[in-house]
Structures are given as C-alpha cells and as structure tokens.
C-alpha cells in the first residue's frame, strides 16, 4: 500500500490538492499534527473539489502517535537527499511504502531524517530552486511507485464519457 504522510502541514491548499491526488490513486493520506489549518477550511474544500469524502485520511497527534500505528518502509523528501527518487524499488504491492513530506516552511526535523539516511531521497531540479510545490512533490512520488507497481488496478480509460470518446465523440454516458 502507498501512503503520503504529511508532517505538520501548513498550506491548506498543498493538502487539499494532495487529498485528490491520493483519491485519485488509491493512496493512504496520514495528516501529523500540529496542522497550520482546520480540516473543514473552504481551502481544502477547493484544492480537494469533491473529491476529499473518497480520501482515506487519518490525522495523528504527533510523529510518534504516527509511528507506532504504521509500520512499513519510510521514504523522507527532503531538499538534501543524497538519492533521486527513481533509486529507489516502491514495487512491491505487499509493502507499505510510506513517503514522508515536511511542513511547506522547513521540511522534515533533522533529527528524525538522521534516524533513517539511506531513505532520504531528492527530486532531481537544477539550482534555480530550493524545492517544488509540495503538491507537486507528492505526485510525482505516488506516481513513480503506481508506475513501478504497473498502476495496480487504477483505469487506463475515461470511465465518464467513454473509452472511445476522443474517436467519435459521442458521450456513451448518456
């Protein structure tokens, strides 16, 4: 199973557009508090849509709260990550694969990314930068491991209008 944990969120919009991504694809969405906003927010409510009801989310009261409930292999992006994030083998669908995320202002606390080095990954980016939008970040993982895992069971098809829409144009959903 694919989990995004996300350690003291500030940016109601980063979670909300996170919560659709991990509805979207099936993944876990662990919320660490303290978190900088209030769930029922209309920012999470707009970054999220309708999607926020089909999200499967827990919110814990602090890391160790969160750690001793979930067990499974821990992936920190953190901006001084030594290892690209394609490095690493997410493709077994039996292990729990938890990619950890920090707050917006100052990522994870060093002293929890000292306890697991080997696990601290980097989205490779040229020096313009410091780090792309959270949101971003949290995709593109969920996305890596889907690929390595062959997606699972997730659509390959359009299951509104149809799969064969964009040759005929005709919206079999009606």
């Given at each position: 199973?694919?989990?995004?944990?996300?350690?003291?969120?500030?940016?109601?919009?980063?979670?909300?557009?996170?919560?659709?991504?991990?509805?979207?694809?099936?993944?876990?969405?662990?919320?660490i508090?303290?978190?900088?906003?209030?769930?029922?927010?209309?920012?999470?409510?707009?970054?999220?849509?309708?999607?926020?009801?089909?999200?499967?989310?827990?919110?814990?009261?602090?890391?160790?709260?969160?750690?001793?409930?979930?067990?499974?292999?821990?992936?920190?992006?953190?901006?001084?990550?030594?290892?690209?994030?394609?490095?690493f083998?997410?493709s077994?669908?039996?292990?729990?694969?938890?990619?950890?995320?920090?707050?917006?202002?100052?990522?994870?606390?060093?002293?929890?990314?000292?306890?697991?080095?080997?696990?601290?990954l980097?989205?490779p980016?040229?020096?313009?930068?410091?780090?792309?939008?959270?949101?971003?970040?949290?995709?593109?993982?969920?996305?890596?491991?889907?690929?390595?895992?062959?997606?699972?069971?997730?659509?390959?098809?359009?299951?509104?209008?149809?799969?064969?829409?964009?040759?005929?144009?005709?919206?079999?959903?009606?």
């Amino acid at each position: 199973m694919i989990n995004v944990v996300l350690y003291q969120p500030e940016i109601p919009g980063n979670t909300g557009n996170i919560m659709r991504t991990c509805a979207a694809t099936d993944t876990r969405l662990h919320l660490i508090k303290p978190l900088g906003f209030s769930l029922d927010e209309s920012y999470i409510k707009r970054s999220g849509a309708n999607y926020i009801k089909d999200c499967d989310y827990t919110v814990y009261e602090s890391w160790d709260d969160f750690k001793s409930k979930n067990k499974g292999t821990y992936y920190y992006l953190t901006r001084y990550g030594k290892k690209p994030h394609t490095s690493f083998d997410y493709s077994n669908r039996n292990e729990n694969i938890y990619f950890v995320f920090g707050k917006e202002s100052s990522g994870i606390p060093l002293d929890i990314l000292k306890n697991d080095l080997e696990h601290c990954l980097r989205i490779p980016m040229t020096n313009k930068v410091r780090a792309l939008n959270l949101s971003n970040c949290a995709a593109i993982l969920v996305y890596e491991a889907l690929r390595q895992q062959d997606y699972n069971d997730l659509l390959t098809t359009e299951p509104f209008k149809g799969e064969d829409y964009i040759e005929t144009g005709i919206d079999t959903s009606k």
